[in-house]
């Protein structure tokens, strides 16, 4: 008789195992389906190339060098954007138009993002109502709405971070394997690391933090996700040092980057308001001045101008050290503003932002609250979430910050919001 009732029992558990799979499907092809719809009706807007992402992917399917066409036709090779992104979008470049085919690459990402959102909150043990309800908000999120309609690395970003920690939880990372798959694992985690920093170099930090939180775990399995990096980072730092004679594991853009988060004409404005209207034509001229007179000319090589750069912002910063604690704190409440700048949407649309920012955020706050009163081992499996997190929020804190820049966290604070909700379900 409690052969015949545990036999039921895990009949029933198998079935409902299967219905979840089937749920997950459904969640990829109804995501993909409505991102793939947005993204059609604002085709237009991927005509735009405000980071030069698509005059990357050109040159790449036409030369098969990473960089920039001079005005004499000739490819230049350069290091001032991370190549994944520009190297994916280079397989449409044989067709009349790439508008279409990025609408839907990024449909593709955004319904696996929210469906990889789903699968995650599952094996976190939520219950399939409060599963669905962070995929949906993740599926409705306005900056990943927007950015997908975009040329842009936040839809591959996001998809990338979440996929990292879906496959921690898939591959049993947080379990106690042998010898020889903690070490495979470690490994496999690590590359898929340093393929994220090859999307957003912000990567690295999340790297290096998740390594030092498991460091506490697993010393063999912090030195396996280290090395997995950096096998990934490897050809890329060799590729930079043969074409353009600087070996660089990152980009040369992390210069204007924090020269843009700090420059006397931004801790000018600090010292009076925290407000993002800003003089931004000002700096820019600035700016230029500064290599007019460092090089006689706007430089033509992008490592001198990323060394200037670093070298002007380290500058603001140990000349203004009380402004310098001021700005981040500023450039953390940019990061995490509820409403978007003024230049950027009208009062109606930042109102409505506001409410649905408001509420996730204060939400997810809970759910954090929550997440740490917890017991220690479902506690661990937030690891993954929790560095990239904070690491993200330590970079910003000193580089250049703004709302879309949180895209790659939108998944952990959705699932924090929901946590907030519905705790975890009873075994």
Known sequence: MQSTTQTASLSKENSFRRLFAKV??????????????????SID????????????????????????????????????????????????GGLSSDAIPIA???????????????????RLGMA?????????LVLIDPILIHQSTLVMTETLATFLAVAIWWLTLMLGWFETPPFRRSMLLGITIGMALGIACLCRPTALAWCLLWAGFELLRSPLRTCCLLLGCLLVLIPWWKRNESQLGHGLWTTTHGGYTLLLANNPILYEHWNTSASREWDEDR????????????????????????????????ETIRR??????????IREGWL????????LADWKVSLGLGIYYAATSIAALVGLYKLLRIPCVKRAMWIPALSLTLSLCAVHSVYWSNMRMRAPVIPVVSLLAVLSFRPFSRP
């Open 45 to 92: 807007s991927f005509a735009a190339d405000t980071d030069a992402y698509r005059r990357l992917s050109q040159t790449i399917y036409n030369t098969g060098t990473f960089g920039l066409i001079d005005p004499q036709g000739t490819p230049v090779a350069s290091a001032y954007r991370p190549p994944l992104y520009p190297w994916l979008l280079s397989w449409f």
């Open 128 to 136: 399939q109502v409060s599963s669905l309800a962070a995929a949906a």
């Open 320 to 329: 203004s050290p009380g402004v310098f604690v001021k700005a981040s704190l």
């Open 336 to 343: 995490w503003a509820w409403w978007p700048s003024k230049r």
């Open 104 to 122: 839907m690459f990024h449909a593709i990402l955004g319904g696996l993002s929210v469906a990889m959102t789903f699968e995650i909150a599952k």
């Open 24 to 41: 997950g499907v459904w969640v990829f092809l109804i995501a993909f389906t409505i991102r793939l719809a947005i993204a059609l009706a």
């Open 283 to 314: 700096f820019h001229a600035w700016w230029a001045s500064k290599q007019l007179e460092k090089f006689k000319q706007l430089p033509s090589d992008e490592f001198a101008t990323d060394a200037l750069a670093n070298q002007l912002g380290w």
